[in-house]
């Protein structure tokens, strides 16, 4: 008999640095989650990925076991990695925080793709110009 879905999780968490304390621990363990468990299989799946917030959709079944996949990065921390930046800008349509380049640009799409639901990669590339618009970022 196959196994009953009971639970859809999402969290984001740091690439290879996931621990048992909040906002992690709690979120699993309501979900009935091992939460050692999970953290050391999602360390050892993201170890080449450090540095980035990787987002997670974990699927819990009736039995307690669980089957997590792993997503690409925020689109806009892409961004903000790519022009060296911390934030985006407060003000986006009058003060800029920074310039991505085309070949930025078309980096951050290819990296995203698996994840946005456009049919090649200059629409993928509108898309992620338009999240850098929004954070205050030209795309010369």
Same mark, same amino acid.
């Given at each position: =008999?196959a196994?009953? $879905?009971? !639970?859809?999780?999402?969290?984001? *968490?740091?690439?290879? !640095?996931?621990?048992?304390?909040p906002?992690l621990?709690?979120?699993?363990?309501?979900a009935?989650?091992?939460?050692? &468990?999970f953290?050391?299989?999602?360390?050892?799946a /993201?170890?080449d990925? *450090?540095?980035? =917030?990787?987002?997670?959709?974990i699927?819990?079944?009736d039995?307690?076991?669980?089957d997590? @996949?792993?997503?690409?990065?925020?689109?806009?921390?892409? $961004?903000? !990695?790519?022009?060296?930046?911390d934030k985006?800008s407060?003000?986006?349509?009058l003060?800029?925080?920074?310039t991505?380049? %085309?070949a &930025?640009? !078309?980096?951050? *799409?290819?990296?995203?793709?698996?994840?946005?639901?456009?049919?090649? $990669?200059? *629409?993928? =590339? %509108? $898309?992620?110009?338009? /999240?850098?618009?929004?954070?205050? @970022?030209d795309?010369k």
């Amino acid at each position: =008999m196959a196994k009953k $879905i009971i !639970k859809k999780v999402k969290v984001i *968490a740091p690439a290879g !640095k996931a621990t048992p304390a909040p906002p992690l621990g709690p979120t699993l363990g309501q979900a009935g989650v091992n939460i050692g &468990d999970f953290t050391k299989k999602f360390n050892e799946a /993201t170890k080449d990925m *450090a540095g980035d =917030m990787i987002p997670v959709v974990i699927t819990v079944y009736d039995d307690r076991s669980y089957d997590f @996949v792993l997503k690409t990065p925020p689109t806009s921390s892409l $961004i903000l !990695k790519a022009i060296k930046k911390d934030k985006g800008s407060g003000k986006p349509n009058l003060t800029k925080v920074g310039t991505l380049s %085309k070949a &930025d640009l !078309k980096g951050i *799409a290819e990296r995203k793709m698996p994840d946005l639901n456009a049919n090649d $990669i200059d *629409a993928a =590339m %509108k $898309i992620v110009a338009g /999240t850098a618009r929004q954070m205050g @970022v030209d795309v010369k």
